[in-house]
């Protein structure tokens, strides 16, 4: 029935897939699911019940301790799916994932960030990638002052940038959560001045920041380009990614509102919404890589926090 998927679980898997590319999510489990795939063709043919048994076999395949986090968390989606459409499942608990402990992300200063949009500035139009010399400046300096992931300023269409009203419309996000972005005065002229630039060099355009007509930047091609500013800059703050412009927004903002005394049980919950967090928590997690001033507050912890607001 299915030319990529071949197990007694094909039809399943394949139904899964469509109905999250429908939602909106990004093709993350195809990879694994595969590998599952192959596994039960491999040792369990004609297998059509996901049991416990079966589950744990899989992660414990080719491994000598923990289980490989991509594989526990993607049968455990498979097996949440399958009671969504009322077929006998064994859903792997959250609790029994193991998660790698999370590195500290870069914070610039304000000496690295004005030498890393130095080095943005400076790319000149290349025949390979036309029009990067307006893109990259632009696209990182939006992520840094909205704190968008990459994949959302990446995505962002035309139709998607209001500038009369500086609202950008974020659509199709990682937990399928649209939201509105208000943007300064100062973004809004940016990006006006950009999409001048960009109707004249591909009028009618589809994607506010379009490699080819009709299609966006590829992620490669943005992470490539970060990479390419840190190296002009000197080789700035190893190991970060575009992402890290995203937590250099949160961090930022938090740090701003500390310092003009707003209360951030009050306005915690604003940055989530902006943000498009899933959990509190993912926003309340910036409050750690903070200075210890921050601390002093008293909320460095989730408890007692009000839940996050509806964006």
């Excluded at 400046?137 to 704190?147: A, H, N, S, T, W």
């Excluded at 943000?275 to 210890?292: D, I, N, Q, V």
Aim: net charge neutral.
């Amino acid at each position: 029935m299915s030319a990529t998927f071949s197990s007694g679980f094909a039809a399943q898997i394949e139904a899964m897939l469509e109905w999250r590319a429908g939602l909106g999510y990004a093709k993350t489990l195809v990879y694994p699911m595969k590998s599952f795939d192959r596994f039960c063709v491999a040792h369990r043919p004609g297998e059509t019940i996901l049991s416990r048994e079966l589950v744990t076999a899989w992660c414990e395949e080719g491994t000598r301790t923990e289980w490989p986090a991509y594989k526990a968390h993607a049968i455990r989606e498979f097996g949440k799916y399958l009671k969504i459409v009322d077929a006998e499942a064994f859903v792997l608990p959250a609790e029994w994932i193991s998660h790698r402990a999370r590195s500290l992300p870069h914070i610039f200063t304000d000496e690295e960030l004005a030498t890393f949009f130095s080095a943005a500035d400076s790319f000149t139009a290349c025949s390979a990638s036309p029009f990067r010399e307006y893109t990259i400046p632009v696209v990182f300096r939006l992520m840094l002052g909205c704190g968008l992931r990459p994949q959302e300023a990446r995505r962002l269409r035309r139709g998607d940038v209001d500038l009369d009203k500086a609202i950008l419309m974020i659509e199709q996000t990682k937990y399928n959560k649209d939201r509105r972005v208000p943007i300064d005065a100062g973004m809004a002229a940016l990006l006006a001045r950009f999409d001048e630039l960009a109707n004249l060099h591909r009028p009618g355009r589809e994607f506010f920041f379009e490699d080819h007509p009709g299609q966006p930047y590829r992620g490669r091609w943005l992470t490539a380009s970060y990479h390419r500013c840190r190296g002009m800059a000197g080789d700035l703050a190893p190991g970060s990614t575009p992402y890290t412009l995203r937590h250099n927004y949160a961090t930022r903002t938090l740090m701003r509102w500390v310092e003009e005394g707003r209360d951030l049980n009050v306005w915690l919950p604003y940055l989530s919404a902006y943000m498009g967090h899933e959990t509190y928590s993912a926003t309340a997690y910036y409050m750690h890589l903070l200075p210890e001033r921050l601390s002093a507050t008293g909320l460095t912890g989730t408890a007692g926090i009000i839940p996050e607001v509806t964006p």
